[in-house]
């Protein structure tokens, strides 16, 4: 009988014990003559292997990429530019990564990780495991987590570079700041950004995308200084204050799928800040500037669910473009402080009233009470009114409608009731009106 026996390297790998090294001299990592090891071979084994412990007593350069279980440092590791280490174990330094220059990239699928001295150069360290993994208080350049393990503050930490969220993530009742740009999730994806305290904040000095899943329930104050994209499956701010300040900059809203908005807006100091995009953003909470050139410009939609006008401290441009929208949704009477607008759109319970002869340059929609108050009102766009409220008019007005007209009534209310003031109404052509009537008591 003959037994066939492979040598390949694939199979001895697979049937090879684990290894430990430690380092006997300074030197490079793929340097045999840097090593101690009962896997030493200077023939063919002349550094640390996959799923092999290493020990670095000395000063080694990293100069290939490799793949270990557990890495304890007492001496120093730098060098690894371009390169990537992949430490499946426990990375426990009490000696120093000094990686100055060096954009190498350092995955953690560990749980039980500390660096004592770090210096971080242009490297990325990622966080990669599935099971919860503690982010270590250090200074990064960029940072990224991956995999659906939660990763977990348990101390403050600054990125100097790029911050990428690809897991779950929870702040706590700790500091962030980051100076690059943030990517916070992927939409379509359930992992979670959180900050479950008020104690401790967050700032961004670059760029913020909101893509995922964020949940600041703990209601944080958050600083801003690079504007962000709100592009996201759900953002749930809380009630702390989100500042933003130093640059002018823009809310960049663009797709706004949950969550609520209840922060506070702060346009701190002399900068504009630009909301733009093609979804709604509803904010529930104030609107304000610190100082008389603070400015708020609405070019896209933005919804006022607080009972308030914004910007008493600066200046508020709320028709920015002639294709803004500037909703009035909040519960409570009001009357509107202003008698032109772009787009404009009424919710919420109480009954919303006309300040004087007023304009509406395109749509106007009205899903809940509106008072003419005796007022003319011009719609050149489309009307329309989804009930949620009585349209009424007090006083006789005239009332002109340019777009197609649409009365949507339900039962108790949503009705419209010129009777009292006796308004002429004019419905220009082309034009049509549609009435949906559901029921009637």
């Not at 390169?83 to 699928?109: C, E, H, K, M, W």
């Not at 100097?160 to 943030?182: C, K, M, R, W």
């Not at 919420?348 to 009470?369: E, L, P, R």
């Amino acid at each position: 009988m003959e037994i066939a026996v492979s040598t390949s390297p694939a199979h001895i790998m697979m049937t090879r014990r684990k290894n430990t090294w430690y380092s006997a001299n300074d030197g490079n990592w793929s340097d045999p003559n840097t090593w101690l090891s009962n896997g030493l071979d200077k023939k063919s084994i002349v550094c640390p292997q996959v799923g092999d412990d290493v020990c670095i007593l000395h000063n080694v350069n990293f100069d290939i990429n490799a793949i270990v279980n557990n890495l304890t440092i007492q001496g120093k590791l730098s060098g690894g530019n371009g390169l990537t280490l992949t430490i499946n174990g426990d990375l426990q330094a009490n000696g120093s990564l000094d990686f100055t220059s060096s954009s190498i990239i350092i995955s953690l699928n560990g749980y039980n990780n500390y660096v004592t001295f770090f210096t971080c150069g242009n490297s990325t360290i990622v966080y990669n495991g599935t099971l919860a993994q503690q982010v270590m208080g250090i200074t990064y350049n960029n940072l990224t987590t991956q995999n659906f393990g939660y990763k977990y503050q348990n101390s403050d930490v600054t990125i100097d570079g790029n911050f990428n969220v690809q897991s779950p993530y929870e702040v706590g009742a700790h500091n962030l700041i980051v100076t690059g740009t943030s990517t916070i999730g992927t939409v379509g994806v359930s992992y979670i950004f959180s900050k479950n305290s008020s104690t401790g904040s967050i700032l961004f000095i670059g760029t913020v995308d909101f893509e995922g899943v964020t949940n600041l329930s703990g209601n944080p104050n958050v600083e801003f200084r690079g504007g962000t994209t709100i592009h996201t499956l759900s953002l749930t701010t809380g009630t702390g204050a989100w500042t933003f300040s130093t640059n002018s900059q823009t809310i960049a809203c663009n797709a706004y799928l949950g969550g609520t908005w209840g922060a506070s807006i702060v346009v701190s100091g002399t900068i504009t800040l630009t909301l733009s995009g093609g979804s709604a953003l509803q904010v529930n909470n104030t609107i304000n500037g610190t100082a008389a050139g603070s400015t708020f410009n609405n070019d896209g939609i933005l919804y006022l669910g607080y009972n308030s006008n914004p910007m008493a401290t600066g200046v508020f441009n709320y028709q920015h473009l002639s294709t803004s929208t500037l909703g009035y949704v909040f519960n409570g009477t009001f009357t509107l402080p202003y008698t032109s607008y772009a787009n404009l759109v009424i919710a919420g319970t109480g009954v919303k009233t006309q300040i004087g002869n007023t304009t509406v340059n395109k749509a106007f929609t009205s899903n809940g009470a509106y008072e003419c108050g005796g007022y003319d009102l011009n719609v050149i766009g489309a009307f329309n009114h989804h009930g949620g409220g009585n349209f009424t008019t007090s006083s006789f007005c005239n009332i002109t409608i340019g777009g197609a007209a649409s009365f949507t009534i339900t039962s108790g209310t949503g009705y419209v009731d010129l009777r009292t003031g006796n308004a002429n109404v004019e419905l220009v052509s082309p034009h049509i009106m549609a009435v949906f009537v559901q029921r009637i008591s």
